[in-house]
């Protein structure tokens, strides 16, 4: 089994920054693409931001020049920093780890983490 646990979210001004982190842990083997999704209150989940095992990241048109993923593959840990952060980026901020091995052989599988609050004052 593998568990992912969020950290860093609180309440700051517009304006004002925060950074998140992600650790997974368990019998991990690889994880290909870990990213981070945010849901705010009556909206669905929404792609925040993702980033490949090779470096190669994605990031949702709203984040873009704000926000910045990295990870740590040697310690399976994910980070989000986020500056200039805005109203309308108060949610509930997922962690999710995508195609996890936990072995050579192992089928692939996803995981989600059970979020952080960030809220944003104006």
């Known amino acids: 089994q593998v568990h992912l646990v969020e950290s860093g979210g609180g309440l700051v001004q517009a304006g004002g920054s925060l950074r998140l982190s992600c650790a997974a842990s368990?019998?991990?083997?690889?994880?290909?693409?870990m990213g981070w999704y945010r849901q705010a209150p009556g909206k669905q989940r929404e792609l925040v931001a993702t980033i490949h095992s090779s470096g190669n990241t994605n990031y949702a048109d709203s984040v873009k020049g704000r926000f910045t993923i990295s990870r740590d593959n040697a310690e399976n840990t994910m980070y989000l920093q986020m500056n200039t952060l805005k109203a309308e980026d108060t949610a509930v901020y997922y962690c999710r780890a995508e195609r996890v091995k936990t072995g050579a052989l192992a089928v692939y599988r996803d995981y989600w983490g059970q979020g952080t609050q960030v809220t944003v004052s104006s």
């Open positions: 368990g019998s991990i083997f690889s994880i290909d693409v």
